[in-house]
């Protein structure tokens, strides 16, 4: 039988961090299975070398160039490159099944499980709950399935101008048809859902297995102390803080300890500043100069409950936990 995978998508040096962190905690849970990263042509050599010391295979994805219904897609609709590259994906025939999971999460324990799962098997989106969320999902290569998403994309275009408007459009029965195909909440659990759901959170989080980082802050858009094991500009509230590990913290962690011993050796000891080793170089020197998070621009309250609404809160900044036991208080007095 042809080998199962996971399957990342990495189409900048950012985001190829992201899949370093992310196969470092697939390995170090033991997966049984082989991991393959598609790039984009951004991705810099020296990440490409990290990637596949990682990786069983690193494939550059160049739809461009691709010679197949998705080049022309692409010439008709250009604003979904990102959303083309990550369906590329369905073409990896040599795999029986695969599992997708976007560069943005780090498993916490073994989850090869999910292999038992058919196509298209995935979690609610935390803003339409009808929809999935195609951050992880369980799915089978075939040419044919390719075609057909690329002709749909060209056809009706994306809800919401990426690829989790087309998955959804495609496998539309997903709501109603197979609740075997619904993953349950410890495969799903956003760093959002720690903040907008706290008691389900509670329940479950000690199960937790996937850690979706969503929103517009990534992991590496903060810098850390390794010293003191701190993440600049981010605490845990306290009680969670008893409850779960603070996954921020343990992705720095995973990356520091890993993932950057990898990219120094691969950028050499003298070329630090380019490329996705740019902010390291205060890490090195156990000093943090990376700059701070900048400071979010102020938005209107509707504006974040569209956004809160859309699964994107700032659960960091103005949707923080602090800021709304505030807002309660105040209530309350
Ligand atoms: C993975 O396997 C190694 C070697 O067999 C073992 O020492 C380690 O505890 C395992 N890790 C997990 C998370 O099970
Ligand atoms: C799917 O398409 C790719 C690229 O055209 C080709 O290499 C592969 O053999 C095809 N797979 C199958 C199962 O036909
Ligand atoms: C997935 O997480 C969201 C919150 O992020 C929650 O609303 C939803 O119920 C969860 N899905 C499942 C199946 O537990
Ligand atoms: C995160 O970092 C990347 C690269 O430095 C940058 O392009 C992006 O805008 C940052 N995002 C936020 C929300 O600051």
Redesign the pocket.
């Known amino acids: 039988m042809a080998g199962e995978a996971f399957v990342t998508l990495a189409t900048?040096?950012?985001y190829a961090k992201g899949a370093m962190v992310l196969g470092r905690s697939l390995r170090n849970h033991n997966t049984t299975k082989k991991l393959v990263a598609l790039i984009g042509l951004q991705v810099a050599e020296p990440c490409r070398t990290v990637l596949s010391s990682l990786y069983d295979e690193v494939c550059v994805v160049d739809i461009l160039d691709s010679g197949d219904a998705a080049h022309l897609a692409m010439m008709k609709r250009p604003d979904l490159g990102v959303t083309f590259t990550k369906l590329h994906c369905w073409t990896l025939t040599r795999y029986s099944k695969c599992v997708f999971m976007d560069a943005d999460t780090m498993v916490l324990s073994n989850i090869d499980e999910l292999f038992d799962r058919e196509e298209l098997s995935a979690a609610p989106d935390p803003g339409w709950p009808d929809c999935f969320n195609s951050g992880v999902f369980v799915f089978k290569p075939s040419n044919e399935t390719y075609n057909k998403l690329l002709a749909l994309c060209t056809e009706t275009g994306s809800f919401d101008g990426g690829d989790q408007g087309v998955l959804n459009s495609y496998f539309n029965t997903w709501a109603t048809a197979d609740i075997s195909k619904h993953l349950p909440f410890i495969y799903n659990l956003s760093s959002i859902a720690i903040y907008s759901y706290l008691p389900a959170f509670k329940q479950y989080g000690r199960d937790a297995k996937v850690v979706h980082f969503l929103?517009?802050?990534?992991p590496?858009?903060y810098s850390y102390n390794p010293q003191s094991g701190q993440v600049k500009g981010h605490s845990l509230p306290s009680d969670l803080r008893q409850v779960h590990p603070d996954y921020l913290t343990l992705w720095w962690e995973l990356y520091t300890n890993y993932v950057l011993p990898a990219l120094r050796q691969a950028y050499g000891q003298t070329a630090f500043n380019t490329g996705c080793v740019?902010?390291e170089v205060s890490v090195a020197a156990g000093e943090l100069s990376a700059p701070a998070?900048?400071h979010?621009p102020q938005v209107s309250s509707e504006e974040r409950k569209q956004r809160w609404e859309a699964g994107q809160a700032d659960y960091m900044g103005a949707d923080s936990f602090d800021n709304i036991e505030r807002k309660l208080d105040s209530f309350l007095k």
């Open positions: 900048n040096d950012n929103g517009k802050m990534k590496w858009n740019e902010e998070p900048p979010p």
